[in-house]
């Protein structure tokens, strides 16, 4: 499966982003979908992921502000962010997982200002 990410850029304290992946190619089902980010210095994290049943799992510091959703008519996930604070500037990369592969996007970046 191949993964494009779009909709990062640069964004005051306080605004908003969407970001969308979008999957091609051999798409296997069930699968977990997932934004991952890579602050400078840091270790990559789960942000948020979803499944094909909608169910959602999120990073505690993000929970209450960002959104994760997906089409699945689309294979298409997307991450609304909302309340950023400078801490989310980071690489944000798509993933799609089932029980066997994980797949990776090319990562978009997010940059928060104070």
């Known amino acids: 499966v191949q993964l494009q990410a779009s909709g990062g850029g640069l964004v005051q304290a306080g605004g908003s982003l969407r970001l969308s992946c979008a999957a091609s190619g051999l798409i296997f089902s069930p699968n977990t979908m997932g934004w991952y980010r890579q602050a400078p210095g840091k270790q990559r994290e789960l942000v948020a992921a979803?499944?094909?049943?909608?169910?959602?799992n999120y990073a505690d510091s993000v929970k209450g502000r960002f959104t994760i959703s997906r089409d699945n008519a689309k294979n298409t996930v997307y991450l609304q962010m909302n309340s950023l604070k400078p801490d989310d500037t980071a690489v944000y990369y798509c993933?799609?997982?089932?029980?066997?592969?994980?797949?990776w996007g090319q990562g978009t970046l997010v940059t928060v200002s104070s």
């Open positions: 979803i499944t094909t049943g909608g169910s959602t």
């Open positions: 993933n799609s997982k089932t029980t066997w592969s994980s797949s």
